[in-house]
């Protein structure tokens, strides 16, 4: 059965970093786009990031353009979101998906399969 997992979220001051991993078992990540997504206390879950199979195209949605970096690294079966320069508007529970494409379709469309537990970013002083 196919699973993705999110990790690496925390608790960071602003203007600081983190790196999150969206790491599949029981199929390989690099046959699809991965989206990256978030959802804030009461606000919509909204993409933030998508990344096509061979890495060559990706997306960013506006407020994190110049401060955010998708990956993906075929060996380890894992897509990364670097995130530097963190805002308190980017506290947030991050998820990851499979399947946006185009990689600009993540602002308006979902992935396939059901969303994970996600990954809780905090960004206070």
């Known amino acids: 059965q196919w699973q993705l997992v999110e990790s690496g979220g925390g608790l960071v001051q602003p203007g600081g970093s983190l790196r999150l991993s969206c790491a599949a078992s029981?199929?390989?990540?690099?046959?699809?786009?991965i989206g990256w997504y978030r959802q804030a206390p009461g606000k919509e879950r909204e993409g933030v990031s998508c990344?096509?199979?061979?890495?060559?195209?990706?997306y960013y949605t506006d407020s994190v353009k110049g401060r955010f970096t998708i990956s993906r690294d075929t060996a380890k079966n894992t897509v990364y979101l670097q995130m530097n320069s963190l805002k308190a508007e980017d506290t947030a529970i991050y998820y990851c998906?499979?399947?946006?494409?185009?990689?600009?379709?993540?602002?308006?469309?979902?992935?396939?399969?059901?969303w994970g537990q996600g990954t809780q970013v905090t960004v206070s002083s």
């Open positions: 998906g499979p399947g946006i494409t185009p990689v600009e379709d993540v602002s308006t469309k979902e992935p396939f399969g059901t």
């Open positions: 990344i096509s199979t061979s890495g060559e195209f990706t």
């Open positions: 029981g199929f390989a990540l690099d046959r699809f786009t």
